[in-house]
């Protein structure tokens, strides 16, 4: 009995299909189609490709112009689809292209093999090879093609090491670009999860190669027709379809308890959450099982989860999931069971509050007004503190000034007097109503219809946060899913996991490769955090060692200027050279610090004949609209550009900062502005461009 077909296509084949026509498109959507209910039919006219370098491909047609290129095997009856392109195009593609299954890896890797590639050129004798002291079986152990394996020994400039990069398959050209940053052959086989298969490896079990971590990262096999249409419709949202080996591990793993994920910008920490709640959600609607929870900080956060997972999940699998944010699922919970209550938000308002309870301040005591909100906002809240005894015994540490018990109980009516003013008014701060939430779940033996929890953006929620997500879910397998990063931190909250009843010890990993930023804009962007101590959600510290970019590309520009039209006159010439030049504005972001800059750059920018559209705080960046883009530094978190603009940065950091007499607080406030920074920065894929006017900012040195 033969064997069913097994049919793949693979991510290049995509990157082809998205460049075609869209007239084209439609054909080769509608042969794919074909192809893959059944690769055997007669209709398909398969022909074997002259001179090419490996006789296992053949051409297809698509229609008198359009070919396919395909991987066929004499066994295993697998086909593979690997390019689509105009006649010629396309068997210039494929003459110099090799499809293997690798000796080491055991992936089916697809790579070009010709002369420049094979350094026929004369090396340049003056340089030494890059990679000359590295051995054979190192290289094919990190992935290198046996084909190539001389030819990367004989590199000796960065141009050659980029020319071949380009001809490899990803998991090689990574390695080779780790390995030029200067990591370990064993440190890259780890992180790169390059593992030898434990059953050894048939290079001639093409089926098999297609199972393996690495070639899942570049090879898709479709089930069903709507999954393949829905993949074509959006070609080059390539993290729907390919997940990196690091990130799949975590994906597809079953874990006896809550997991942590840590990761710096770009390391596709969300990417790797988004398809854990899809993983979730197909089991649970396999075993009639509960629905799962995406929850994160903000409700723009959430708008942008909720568009991604729509483009990732069948309806039935959305169906299992709901996807809000933490302060709203409270407030929807609290007021189903009678509770009336407004969240106090208003800056403004809430210091008006406390200069009311200020009137109970004890006389003689030596400490400023921004004390008492800030002790507040760290040690009462946090600690759930609603008595004085209570306070007497609350942990104090980081907060710098020491209180003995007589200073905190003169201190105490300020915070009583606080709270009742909030009671008063009808108003409670969003711990109170975690708090609140938690405490009818721990009582009331209410059982929620979750079966996991999906946490994002972790670093902003805090201990209440977390103990109330505790309670959501009962313990158990596969329970609760957290990632998050701590020099992301952008509100002022800070947790420990292990402290709420979350326990992940062992059950931590961290994604250490960045594939959305240059390593230029990554170097900046880190520079901004120089000197300051980052946490790992559970009490220890967390460093962006052994993190790093695969990207490299041109440092970030900063460009200076004494006015504020200045500033304007040069970003509107800069946006209009842009799109001379054939750049599509939708992927250009002018971000700055506040709303109002916001506004004022954007209404600039207009008047000089650049039009944009505005980042919505309540609904997901849609591309489709024309211009350049234009957010609040919060805003963009979570959202990536091809270039990014922080503009105004003479606003950073916010005079926030120095509205607090207290240094340790003045430094956390001045930590999170860089870490605002930071997050901006990191939304370029490419491109970063900084301005100011008047005086150079002192954060950027």
Excluded at 432 to 454: I, K, Q, S
Excluded at 497 to 521: A, P
Excluded at 527 to 550: H, I
């Amino acid at each position: 009995m033969s064997l069913a077909p097994q049919v793949a296509i693979s991510s290049d084949f995509l990157s082809a299909f998205a460049s075609i026509p869209r007239k084209m498109q439609a054909k080769v959507m509608n042969f794919v189609s074909l192809f893959r209910n059944n690769p055997d039919s007669s209709g398909i006219n398969y022909e074997k490709i002259r001179d090419a370098r490996d006789d296992n491909l053949r051409s297809v047609r698509i229609d008198d112009t359009y070919r396919g290129i395909v991987l066929h095997p004499p066994a295993g009856n697998v086909y593979v689809l690997l390019w689509v392109d105009h006649h010629d195009d396309a068997y210039t593609w494929a003459r110099n292209r090799k499809c293997t299954v690798h000796p080491e890896t055991g992936s089916l890797q697809v790579f070009e093999v010709k002369e420049g590639v094979l350094q026929e050129r004369e090396p340049a004798p003056e340089l030494p090879p890059l990679f000359g002291d590295v051995s054979d079986r190192r290289l094919l152990r990190m992935g290198i093609p046996e084909e190539l394996v001389e030819a990367v020994k004989n590199l000796r400039t960065e141009t050659e090491l980029d020319e071949m990069a380009e001809a490899l398959p990803q998991e090689a050209a990574d390695a080779l670009n780790l390995l030029h940053l200067g990591f370990s052959p064993d440190e890259i086989i780890q992180d790169l999860e390059l593992q030898k298969p434990e059953k050894g490896v048939d290079t001639e079990d093409f089926a098999r190669a297609l199972q393996t971590a690495e070639a899942r990262s570049r090879f898709f096999v479709a089930e069903d027709d709507l999954e393949l249409q829905a993949i074509l419709q959006a070609p080059l949202e390539k993290w729907r379809v390919f997940l990196h080996p690091s990130q799949r591990k975590i994906v597809d793993r079953d874990w006896n308890g809550p997991v942590r994920v840590l990761g710096g910008a770009g390391t596709g920490k969300t990417v790797a959450a988004v398809h854990r709640a899809k993983r979730l959600a197909r089991e649970a609607l396999n075993s009639n099982g509960g629905r799962v929870l995406f929850t994160t900080f903000t409700v723009n956060l959430a708008e942008d989860i909720r568009a991604n997972l729509a483009k990732l999940c069948t309806d039935e699998e959305m169906g299992r999931i709901e996807v809000i944010n933490l302060d709203r699922w409270v407030s929807h919970f609290l007021k189903a069971r009678g509770y009336e209550l407004k969240y106090l938000f208003d800056d403004d308002l809430r210091r008006e509050f406390w200069g009311r309870a200020m009137t109970y301040r004890p006389e003689g005591l030596d400490l400023p007004d921004s004390f008492f909100a800030e002790e507040w906002d760290k040690v009462i809240q946090p600690q759930e503190v609603s008595t004085e005894r209570e306070y007497f015994k609350a942990d104090r540490r980081g907060r710098g000034t020491p209180l003995d018990r007589k200073v905190r109980k003169a201190l105490w009516p300020v915070f009583e007097e606080y709270r009742a003013i909030l009671a008063e008014q009808g108003y409670c701060e969003p711990d109170d109503a975690m708090r609140d939430a938690r405490r009818l779940l721990e009582t009331g033996g209410e059982r929620l219809p979750y079966c996991a929890v999906v946490v994002d953006e972790a670093q902003d929620l805090g201990p209440l946060a977390f103990r109330l997500i505790r309670q959501m879910v009962p313990p158990g397998k596969n329970d609760i899913f957290i990632v998050g990063d701590a020099h992301q931190r952008i509100y002022k909250r800070q947790t420990v996991l292990s402290r709420c009843g979350i326990e992940v010890r062992g059950r931590s990993r961290k994604l250490r490769i960045n594939y959305r930023t240059t390593e230029e804009t990554r170097q900046w962007a880190l520079a901004l955090l120089k000197g300051r101590s980052f946490d790992d959600l559970d009490g220890g510290t967390d460093s962006q060692e052994g993190y790093r970019s695969l990207l490299r590309g041109q440092p970030p520009r900063l460009e200076g200027f004494d006015t504020f039209d200045r500033e304007a006159d040069f970003l509107a010439a800069y946006l209009k050279e842009l799109e001379s030049s054939g750049e599509a504005l939708q992927n250009v972001c002018l971000t700055a610090r506040t709303n109002s800059l916001v506004d004022q750059y954007r209404a600039a920018l207009e008047q000089r004949g650049v039009a944009g559209a505005l980042i919505r705080t309540d609904a997901p960046e849609d591309r489709r609209q024309e211009g350049a883009r234009f957010a609040t530094m919060h805003r963009v978190k979570g959202l990536e550009f091809d270039r990014v603009i922080i503009a105004g940065a003479n606003a950073l950091p916010h005079r926030f900062v120095h509205e607090t007499d207290d240094p340790a607080e003045a430094k956390e406030r001045d930590t999170m502005e860089r870490s605002l920074a930071y997050v901006a920065a990191t939304r370029a894929r490419t491109h970063l461009l900084v301005t100011w006017h008047g005086e150079r900012p002192e954060m950027l040195g």
